[in-house]
């Protein structure tokens, strides 16, 4: 079972960018993807990408300001985030899958422990 650890969240203001990585002992899943919770809230889907293929796919919430990218040399998943704004403050996960319908399902094989990001107004 692939480990996974996140790092880069931070406390910004709102409109800043910040880079979130996530990386993965041994080889990823086949969907590696990040999702985030915000305190009293369930744990959302943010984005996914397909290990071997590149594929992407996003949140409405955040298609067009996030960007999820992979490192194959380095067995390392990112979350580019710009244009941040109060309401993505949330802890972030990083997540493996067996697949895509997996991922989306919440049918996750690992998470990481979580990075707190935190937007302000």
């Known amino acids: 079972q692939v480990q996974l650890v996140e790092s880069g969240g931070g406390l910004v203001q709102a409109g800043d960018s910040l880079t979130l990585s996530c990386a993965a002992s041994?080889?990823?899943?086949?969907?590696m993807g990040w999702f985030r919770q915000s305190p009293g809230k369930e744990r959302d889907f943010v984005a996914v990408i397909g290990w071997t293929t590149g594929n992407t796919y996003y949140a409405d919430s955040v298609k067009g300001r996030f960007t999820i990218s992979k490192d194959g040399a380095k067995n390392a998943v990112y979350l580019q985030m710009n244009s941040l704004q109060p309401e993505d403050t949330a802890v972030y996960y990083c997540?493996?899958?067996?697949?895509?319908?997996?991922?989306?399902?919440?049918?996750?094989?690992?998470w990481g422990q979580g990075t707190q990001v935190t937007v302000s107004s």
């Open positions: 997540a493996a899958a067996k697949g895509w319908g997996s991922l989306l399902s919440h049918e996750i094989d690992s």
């Open positions: 041994g080889r990823p899943a086949n969907a």
